[in-house]
Nanobody, 120 residues
Framework: QVQLVESGGGLVQAGGSLRLSCVVS????????GAWYRQAPGKQRELVAI???????NYADSVKGRFTISRDNAKNTVYLQMNSLEPDDTAVYYC??????????????WGRGTQVTVSS
């Protein structure tokens, strides 16, 4: 019933910017934690950024100063603003959300991912 849909990925040149969106729909009250992960071919999935219900944030060292995670509680949406993109940022980006539910205790969900490709 609960779905996460990522959007905003695409092809961009090094130094460019993209903004990813993760819309959480279904029977939820709101989002507790929102996070972005990424996985490049042949690499393990890694945590990129996380935002709490109080809007505190943490980032992987590789993206600090370049990426910003944010949220819009009214829209049940988590964003990832990516600036100064580098070829090493190329990956499939996945949204993960731990939500407040009327029927379950703090369930978490994954989106299907969106491709980000950075050319040099």
């Amino acid at each position: 019933q609960v779905q996460l849909v990522e959007s905003g990925g695409g092809l961009v040149q090094a130094g460019g910017s993209l903004r990813l969106s993760c819309v959480v729909s279904g029977s939820i009250i709101g989002i507790n934690f929102g996070a972005w992960y990424r996985q490049a071919p042949g690499k393990q999935r890694e945590l990129v950024a996380i935002i709490t219900s109080a809007s505190s944030t943490n980032y992987a060292d590789s993206v600090k100063g370049r990426f910003t995670i944010s949220r819009d509680n009214a829209k049940n949406t988590v964003y990832l603003q990516m600036n100064s993109l580098e070829p090493d940022d190329t990956a499939v980006y996945y949204c993960n959300a731990n939500v407040m539910s009327r029927t379950e205790l703090n369930p978490s969900y994954w989106g299907r991912g969106t491709q980000v490709t950075v050319s040099s």
